[in-house]
């Protein structure tokens, strides 16, 4: 089973910019569609962010012109860069496959603030 961790999070104001990273135990971004997803306090996991195996993107709406997902395949990693960060992407952040037969244990995630 593929294990994938997440790291990068922090507290940043709002404005600011951090870029996270999702490294995987062996090569799954040229298999997968893979996403990253974030559950904040009380809401449930919520998928914010997809790269498919073919590189189109999307994104969901709250997060458009602002979050921009990549991939590193040489690296098995994949990233997700934050810019313009409100208090409301306060969350934990996941990475994993988007199909949920093709995932994998979630990860202990990053923790992402965003607080003046």
């Known amino acids: 089973q593929v294990q994938l961790v997440e790291s990068g999070g922090g507290l940043v104001q709002p404005g600011g910019s951090l870029r996270l990273s999702c490294a995987a135990s062996r090569m799954v971004f040229m298999i997968y569609a893979m996403g990253w997803y974030r559950q904040a306090p009380g809401k449930q996991r919520e998928l914010v962010a997809l790269i498919t195996t073919g590189g189109s993107t999307n994104y969901t709406d709250s997060v458009k012109g602002r979050f921009t997902i990549s991939r590193d395949n040489a690296e098995n990693t994949m990233y997700l860069q934050m810019n313009s960060l409100k208090p409301e992407d306060t969350a934990v952040y996941y990475c994993?496959?988007?199909?949920?037969?093709?995932?994998?244990?979630w990860g202990q995630g990053t923790q992402v603030t965003v607080s003046s």
């Open positions: 994993n496959a988007v199909q949920k037969a093709a995932r994998g244990s």
